[in-house]
């Protein structure tokens, strides 16, 4: 599998990577979910202590990869002299979010459910750790001019950008993840929110029967959250996933896709 980021015209392109298995459910009753025994249900929580990303959704492909939280739109405001940023998460355990900064810019005053919480950092980035749940982060910046640049995790796909009270309709965010803050937008043209979805399947036989799909997205707008529908055919169970977006995918197959322009 491979991924890439392209940018076509004034809009830009993604290629999600699909790699799904033919269920046998097709020809039989579906079997019904693992469950524990009556006699062993005391003691699931001791057989599972050194399991903590036991409830976060993992990749078909990896499952030492885990998804521990899902967010929602980063609204980001700036002016001059400092800036803040709010960000709800939903955390499928106690995990650790990473926050917009860097250590030349620090978040400040960071507050979670309105208490306020540490920001320690991990890999490079400032984070914060919050339980399981949904969670409002908020947070400040201060500067005695304003940043060049400001660096948003690779985690987060939708962005609201205010600079100086005036909303920016085209935020300039690379694709390493760099949100420029001296680049005038505002001054682009505006497009309206636009979505382009190919389809591109083969079928590969063998034991068991596999069904590739490549999902080719051209977006142009604002940032925001994509309902892609349900991708794969009936029957068939998802087996991996490559984007260089954020996606989800439930398990009926249906996605939802974080994009930007």
């Known amino acids: 599998c491979r991924s890439i980021l392209s940018t076509m015209n004034s809009a830009t392109g993604f290629l999600l990577f699909l790699l799904a298995f033919l269920s046998l459910e097709l020809s039989a009753t579906a079997q019904e979910p693992r469950s524990i025994p009556l006699a062993l249900r005391e003691w699931e929580s001791w057989a599972t202590w050194n399991d903590p990303h036991r409830f976060c959704p993992t990749p078909y492909s990896d499952t030492k990869t885990h998804r521990c939280f899902w967010p929602s739109r980063l609204d980001l405001q700036v002016t001059n002299s400092s800036g803040s940023f709010a960000l709800s998460v939903m955390a499928f355990h106690e995990t650790w979010i990473p926050l917009p900064g860097s250590s030349e810019v620090w978040p400040q005053d960071v507050q979670a459910g309105g208490r306020p919480i540490v920001v320690v950092e991990r890999d490079g980035v400032p984070s914060v750790r919050v339980v399981a749940g949904d969670t409002r982060l908020e947070g400040r910046y ?23 009270g005036k909303v920016v309709e085209n935020p300039a965010w690379d694709a390493q993840g760099l949100l ?3 680049r005038d937008g505002t001054t682009e043209t505006t497009e309206r929110n636009f979505l382009g979805v190919k ?8 034991i068991p029967l596999w069904w590739r799909q490549e999902v080719e997205l051209t977006v142009a707008g604002k940032s925001r959250e994509e309902d892609l529908g349900t991708l794969l055919p009936e029957g068939w169970k998802l087996a991996a996933i490559q984007s260089p977006i954020p996606v989800s995918v439930d398990d009926s197959g249906h996605a939802k896709a974080q994009v930007r322009a």
Do not use: K, Y
């Open 142 to 164: 201060r500067w005695t001019e304003l940043p060049q640049n400001l660096r948003i995790p690779a985690s987060l796909g939708i962005l609201a950008l205010s600079r100086d």
């Open 180 to 182: 420029w803050l001296r």
């Open 199 to 206: 389809l591109f399947s083969v079928l590969e036989d063998g």
